[in-house]
């Protein structure tokens, strides 16, 4: 069964990230603590969004350096939290590296991404292989920006809101907007 946080372990957590944040604008070194706690975030949706491991791993730690030398500007009293400003910092480095590479996205790291490795029989990873190929299937017939949804909701683990604010639309339209493509999705997949 989840764990479902109490209000005020959310406060201390947003009084934690703002100390963290505070910190990390007076003395660089300090960013260290956000950048272990994003690290992971980060990287999947980068990982998601790229062609391969290294170019994720090397954008993840561009994206960094840029959050650092931007963080003297970064104001939390403008509502935009943490998260949200440092995962549109990722995104508009996935645009310029599309605008300056043109590489295809490559929904063969699919498994990699989101499903552990796990020791299992022959048979459960073949149909796994191939549940997973058909998902990439529908996944590569989707536009960019629904990808691109998908990506911040499940490999980066944002919130509507804060994908929202990272997107530039209402927190109600990415919520609707997510519950469609995953409805229409689990049609398509369902469906043979």
């Not at 209000?7 to 201390?12: Q, R, V």
């Not at 500007?73 to 995962?87: K, N, S």
């Not at 590489?103 to 020791?119: C, G, K, Q």
Request: with cysteine; net charge neutral; proline share 5%.
């Amino acid at each position: 069964m989840p764990v479902i946080p109490l209000e005020s372990d959310c406060d201390n957590a947003e009084r934690d990230e703002k100390a963290m944040i505070e910190a990390a604008q007076a003395d660089p070194a300090a960013f260290e603590l956000l950048y272990r706690r994003y690290l992971a975030r980060v990287y999947r949706y980068l990982r998601s969004r790229l062609a391969n491991t290294e170019d994720a791993a090397d954008m993840t730690q561009q994206v960094f350096l840029q959050a650092l030398d931007a963080l003297p500007g970064y104001r939390q009293h403008e509502e935009i939290p943490f998260a949200a400003w440092l995962f549109q910092i990722a995104r508009h480095a996935v645009t310029d590296a599309y605008r300056s590479r043109r590489n295809a996205i490559s929904w063969d790291s699919l498994s990699e991404v989101f499903l552990p490795a796990l020791e299992q029989d022959p048979e459960t990873i073949v149909l796994q292989e191939e549940r997973l190929a058909r998902l990439r299937m529908l996944l590569s017939k989707l536009d960019a920006d629904k990808r691109e949804l998908l990506a911040l909701r499940f490999a980066a683990g944002l919130s509507s809101p804060q994908i929202a604010l990272v997107v530039g639309k209402s927190p109600a339209a990415v919520k609707k907007q997510l519950t469609r493509i995953l409805q229409t999705l689990k049609e398509q997949y369902h469906a043979r």
